[in-house]
């Protein structure tokens, strides 16, 4: 979560509250995602892709910290659009929702 405060703990606290608000379930398999997502959110795009056993997190900064918060271990991605982190952020935690809604959708 982003949380904007005139203190630093003021702006964690309320930073860890959206996240509890907004938290997910992301599906792994293999220390993977189970197929490929591309998302638009505004000017970001993200493309997630599962990634061999072996082959770690490749990704970009923002991308990078979202995907091994939520345990995936081996992962493919690129950012296209913006450079804003946040942007990237937000369009990161879109994709592995919608990740883990058609998941669901299959396997029942």
Avoid: C, W
């Avoid at 493919?76 to 450079?83: E, F, H, R, Y």
């Amino acid at each position: 979560g982003l949380g904007k405060a005139p203190d630093v703990s003021s702006a964690i606290r309320k930073g860890a509250s959206v996240a509890r608000k907004h938290f997910i379930t992301v599906p792994i398999v293999n220390t993977t995602i189970p197929f490929r997502v591309d998302v638009k959110l505004g000017a970001a795009k993200i493309m997630l892709k599962p990634a061999p056993i072996g082959s770690g997190v490749i990704a970009g900064g923002a991308v990078r910290n979202v995907v091994t918060a939520a345990g995936i271990e081996n992962i493919s991605s690129k950012v296209l659009g913006t450079n804003n982190q946040a942007s990237n952020v937000y369009a990161t935690i879109e994709a592995l929702r919608i990740l883990a809604e058609r998941f669901a959708v299959k396997n029942k």
